[in-house]
């Protein structure tokens, strides 16, 4: 997909709120924090051959030029509501970020997997969309491409993302009276930015 990661593109037509993908993770971190570099390197020696090559080619690219940085970049997190999951998947790791995403990430399969749900029906040769921060869904657009710049390295382009158009600038609207509201109940600790 041009301009963006490497992206995945669904193969047939898909409905709203359908589990469409269930995925056991490539490299499981069940803490809430990042792991570190010599924590990764332990996790990478006792994969088997074949997971090794998978991994690589996950890091395929100028930024992963650490383990590290390939987990940071390609990180799927869900939980259950006690257990947190940071982890690399095959395919989730693959979808791309929008503010206005066509599917989520549902939350844990057991002890070690994810689902992956529709929001809106998805066609044949659309691309399958996840936003990568939750909170996003009350940040405004200025916040939000600061934070995709210094976290992620790009910006998205959705349409919440273009403030110049009237849905850019509802959207915008909409996330700063979230924001505020948020700001109000809950203190400005708890709320980005």
């Not at 994969?47 to 395929?60: N, S």
């Not at 791309?96 to 399969?109: D, I, Q, T």
């Not at 529709?118 to 657009?141: F, H, L, Q, R």
């Not at 993302?161 to 979230?178: A, E, I, V, Y």
Request: net charge positive; proline share 6%.
């Amino acid at each position: 997909i041009i301009w963006k990661g490497l992206g995945a593109l669904v193969t047939r037509d898909i409905p709203p709120r359908e589990c469409f993908h269930v995925e056991e993770p490539l490299l499981l971190y069940c803490r809430p924090d990042i792991p570190s570099e010599q924590e990764l390197e332990l996790l990478y020696i006792r994969f088997k051959p074949g997971k090794k090559e998978i991994f690589r080619k996950l890091r395929v690219n100028e930024k992963f030029l650490t383990k590290l940085a390939a987990f940071n970049f390609n990180e799927v997190s869900a939980n259950d509501g006690v257990i947190q999951l940071n982890a690399m998947f095959i395919t989730a790791s693959r979808f791309n970020h929008s503010c206005l995403p066509s599917a989520s990430v549902g939350g844990m399969v057991g002890k070690n997997g994810i689902e992956i749900h529709t929001i809106e029906p998805i066609a044949k040769g659309d691309e399958i969309t996840i936003c990568y921060n939750s909170a996003y869904n009350y940040v405004p657009a200025a916040m939000r491409y600061k934070h995709q710049l210094d976290h992620y390295q790009f910006v998205c382009s959705c349409g919440a993302c273009q403030t110049n158009t009237p849905f850019g600038k509802l959207s915008s609207m909409r996330r700063h009276l979230l924001h505020g509201l948020l700001w109000l109940s809950l203190g400005p600790e708890s709320v980005p930015g």
